[in-house]
């Protein structure tokens, strides 16, 4: 059973910085792509970032280029996301998301397992 388990979230001001993570377990994504993806009250979900099995390719949405990075670790099974320079937008319930290829796409339904999110509020 595939299970993603995202930690992290929490409160901070705006201008300060999180990081999440999130552990793999019950399949080997240590060949695949992984991904962060958030959803914001009353809107859709948003690719955040993606990064392949070897780390050697990333895609960022265009709202966190420049403020978020995403890393991951195969010795662990484990994907971070740094956030910088939070803004009040980056409010959200941050997934971490799972391929079932090593391609680092930007849509959200290119992604096949889900954890079950960690909240992210940016006050203001």
């Known amino acids: 059973q595939v299970q993603l388990v995202e930690s992290g979230g929490g409160l901070v001001q705006a201008g300060g910085s999180l990081r999440l993570s999130c552990a793999a377990s019950?399949?080997?994504?240590?060949?695949?792509?992984m991904a962060w993806v958030r959803q914001a009250p009353g809107k859709e979900r948003e690719f955040v970032a993606a990064?392949?099995?070897?780390?050697?390719?990333?895609n960022y949405g265009d709202s966190v280029k420049g403020r978020f990075t995403i890393s991951r670790d195969n010795a662990k099974i484990t994907v971070a996301l740094q956030m910088n320079s939070l803004k009040s937008e980056d409010t959200a319930v941050y997934y971490c998301?799972?391929?079932?290829?090593?391609?680092?796409?930007?849509?959200?339904?290119?992604?096949?397992?889900w954890g079950q999110g960690t909240q992210v509020t940016v006050s203001s």
């Open positions: 998301a799972g391929s079932r290829s090593n391609y680092v796409g930007a849509l959200v339904s290119e992604y096949d397992y």
């Open positions: 990064i392949s099995w070897g780390g050697a390719s990333t």
């Open positions: 019950g399949r080997t994504f240590s060949r695949t792509a």
